[in-house]
């Protein structure tokens, strides 16, 4: 961003779909890249206080729902249900089963 509040045309950190070739690969490679950038901005309720998430912070939450599904005892392929709230997990869970082979199917209590 320039002193004007205008977002550059120029970007050093661009990581193509040729470089990523998959969505979890671009993930992998934005962690090397910037493991300390703010990735997201969560709002936490209970203390009314935004706060960010470095792409470190999202690749461990990644990790971990890959822990949780590698055990799940699932199949390449297989279609895994998302009922997660629209936040930084959901964007986790969907990296941790696209990274692992799966399908994601996002569920909503709002059509149920």
Same mark, same amino acid.
């Given at each position: 961003m320039d002193s004007n509040g205008n977002i550059s045309n120029t970007t050093t950190d661009l990581i193509t779909h040729l470089d990523a070739g998959t969505i979890p690969g671009l993930f992998q490679l934005r962690v090397a890249q910037s493991p300390e950038a703010v990735?997201?901005?969560?709002? =936490? =309720?209970?203390? =009314?206080?935004w706060r960010e998430l470095t792409w470190m912070q999202i690749s461990g939450r990644v990790g971990h729902f890959k822990a949780i599904l590698a055990r799940a005892g699932l199949d390449h392929g297989d279609r895994v249900g998302m009922l997660l709230r629209n936040s930084p997990d959901w964007v986790a869970f969907d990296i941790a089963a696209m990274?692992?082979?799966?399908?994601?199917?996002?569920?909503?209590? #709002?059509? #149920?």
């Open positions: 990735a997201y901005c969560e709002y =936490d =309720d209970e203390r =009314d206080v990274a692992s082979g799966f399908v994601t199917v996002p569920l909503s209590l #709002i059509h #149920i």
